[in-house]
């Protein structure tokens, strides 16, 4: 059974969407896809996949629904990138050599695998979708979805922004004020710090899931990665890298 490989892109490989803020101003649409894929193409070649089947969520719904990308999926859609409603995706090691996450600044992605069985799911977890607990969400897609077992579950929390991400006041995202209570604080400087990696640690336990591992990148402090939170004062950090996980190919099988 392959282990499933995390994708961390950082600014290495240019921006990781098609947004046209982050492009030269001038080109067009056509251009900017250009330039895209070929980012892509380079982010599968450094990691070992297929950079055309790279595949993400648009999170429409926001409570936790999931699609998995099978096989005949991603032979009817060789390119990838495709309109996906659905919350979470799934792959799963019968996939091999297909990448799912999200081009993302300063908000993580996290991916939960199910050791036992080869499948992972993830989701983009911004401040407000953490609030709706989308990280348990992604564990109960396992379970719905192959009856996974907690205990076979590992859990990794992509780079995002540290406690230096603020606020000049309390966010409007942050309905639920009890689950905030530990992750956003008023610091010396008057500003409200949010420190998502608590709210994810306090809902990992609360879903049971004891074996969770953190990206120690801090998109904001790190010159390696794209932040947007600091972006309006450095345009060195507009852009959004791809976080995202796949299983490998078998070895002796070459890529598709």
């Given amino acids: 059974m392959s282990t499933v490989k995390i994708i961390e892109t ?41 950079g055309h089947k ?14 998995e990308i099978s096989r005949d999926y991603v032979e009817a ?4 990138w495709t309109d996906i409603p659905e919350d979470i995706l799934i792959v799963t090691d019968k996939v091999p050599g297909v990448a799912i996450g999200h081009p993302v600044a300063d908000c993580p992605v996290i991916m939960l695998s199910d050791v036992a069985q080869g ?17 348990m969400m992604i564990a109960d897609a396992l379970v719905d979805a192959y009856s996974s077992k907690d205990e076979d579950i590992i859990a990794y929390v992509g780079a995002c922004a540290g406690s230096e991400w603020t606020y000049d006041r309390f ?9 905030w209570e530990k992750g956003i604080y008023m610091g010396d400087d008057g500003l409200f710090h949010i420190d998502m990696k608590k709210v994810i640690a306090s809902q990992m336990r609360e879903r049971n899931i004891g074996n969770v591992s953190y990206s120690s990148y801090n998109t904001i402090t790190n010159p390696n990665f794209y932040s947007n939170s600091i972006a309006r004062i450095d345009p060195e950090k507009a852009g959004r890298q791809f976080s995202g996980a796949f299983y490998p190919e078998e070895k002796g099988r070459g890529r598709k």
Wanted: glycine share 8%; proline share 5%; aromatic share 12%.
């Fill in 10 to 50: 950082g600014k290495k490989f240019g921006n990781m969407n098609t947004q046209k803020a982050f492009y030269p101003e001038g080109l067009s649409r056509d251009e900017i896809k250009e330039i895209f894929m070929k980012n892509r193409e380079a982010v599968g070649e450094h990691f070992g996949f297929d």
């Fill in 54 to 67: 790279m595949f993400m969520a648009d999170q429409n719904h926001k409570r936790g629904t999931y699609f």
């Fill in 77 to 80: 859609n060789p390119n990838g």
């Fill in 119 to 135: 499948v992972t799911a993830i989701a983009h977890c911004s401040a407000e979708l953490i609030d709706k607990r989308m990280p």
């Fill in 171 to 179: 966010p409007a995202w942050a309905r639920d004020q009890k689950m």
